[in-house]
């Protein structure tokens, strides 16, 4: 085979196997610290730095060349994170991700900011906020948010997602959360509160308001599936997970792992990760698969349901 054609067959080997490992969907903690701490939530820590600005462009260019077509940057709070807008800017005009995206309990917004995020050219913000009045889980409720939602409102030029987690407020609240988001022309997005090991469990009351606030989410929004109606219905909803390679976690570390809640479970260094891994973690059962809550993963996997996966061994 000559020089020309061999390039040619491995750019098209490279090209079938993006198509059938790469990840849809990666997640890079950029910071662990948080500047709140809600209870429910066992991903943040209260003293770490922010992660180097060449580090995270290193990390970055690595996800990129592993076939990364969707990136978000999460926390800890990633507005604690001094080099954000660089960051961000950075995955669209250097690397052109498909889409960049972040979460944000929204605290430290400021008209500034927002620019700047902007600027960065930023294109999608989830804020998380989930209910009305702050109780002693959360304050990451609108009474606290309210101002920054009007400043999102006014000089975001991003789509903003307000995300509502039922089960760490009365229940009503969460449905409070979603009407409003949906009055001030944001997108609503429900997710449901797990314990450590991501297992889900709603009282009546918290049933009721889920089965309310599905009637206000539009059809057809692409994380609304019924995952969520079965697994309250039956206590599982199974599928074949492909976190590890679908769908990517990298802690602060720069350690892969299928998710935040399986750090223990399953990780390997990011700069160490490759197709082998992609391949790998794509077709390996996960024993907390059917338990899962984590509508990222869920929605990464779903393209690949019709494909072979692993039988069930005992990992975790
Ligand atoms: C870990 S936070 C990081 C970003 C940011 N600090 C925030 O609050 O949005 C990402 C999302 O995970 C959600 N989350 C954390 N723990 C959870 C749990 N036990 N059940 C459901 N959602 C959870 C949060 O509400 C938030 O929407």
């Not at 991700?97 to 944000?104: G, L």
Request: aromatic share 10%; proline share 4%.
């Amino acid at each position: 085979m000559n020089k020309s054609v061999k390039e040619n067959v491995s750019k098209r080997v490279r090209f079938f196997n993006r198509i059938r490992y790469a990840p849809w969907f990666s997640q890079l903690v950029i910071i662990r610290r948080c500047n709140l701490s809600c209870t429910y939530c066992n991903e943040f820590d209260q003293s770490s730095s922010p992660v180097e600005l060449t580090t995270l462009k290193g990390r970055l260019q690595k996800l990129k060349s592993l076939g990364t077509y969707a990136i978000n940057l999460t926390g800890g709070e990633p507005t604690l994170h001094p080099d954000l807008p660089e960051l961000i800017r950075y995955c669209r005009e250097d690397l052109k991700f498909f889409r960049t995206s972040m979460i944000s309990n929204g605290f430290l917004l400021k008209e500034e900011l927002i620019e700047k995020l902007n600027r960065a050219g930023l294109q999608d913000m989830q804020i998380s906020i989930d209910g009305v009045q702050p109780n002693e889980t959360t304050v990451k409720v609108l009474k606290s948010l309210e101002k920054r939602l009007e400043l999102l409102k006014k000089h975001a030029k991003f789509n903003v997602v307000v995300s509502a987690v039922v089960g760490s407020c009365p229940p009503e609240e969460s449905f409070t959360v979603i009407q409003h988001a949906k009055s001030m022309g944001f997108k609503p997005r429900v997710l449901l509160i797990h314990d450590q090991e991501g297992q889900v469990q709603l009282s009546e009351e918290q049933l009721k308001v889920f089965y309310k606030i599905k009637k206000l989410i539009p059809k057809g929004f692409p994380e609304f599936t019924d995952y969520r109606e079965t697994m309250i219905e039956q206590g599982k909803a199974p599928f074949k997970c492909r976190a590890g390679s679908r769908y990517l976690y990298v802690d602060e570390a720069g350690l892969v792992s299928w998710c935040s809640q399986t750090r223990s479970v399953f990780s390997k260094p990011l700069m160490d990760y490759g197709l082998v891994d992609l391949r790998r973690e794509f077709y390996s059962y996960k024993s907390c698969q059917d338990h899962c809550t984590l509508g990222c993963v869920r929605a990464a996997s779903s393209v690949d349901g019709w494909r072979k996966q692993d039988i069930k061994k005992s990992i975790a």
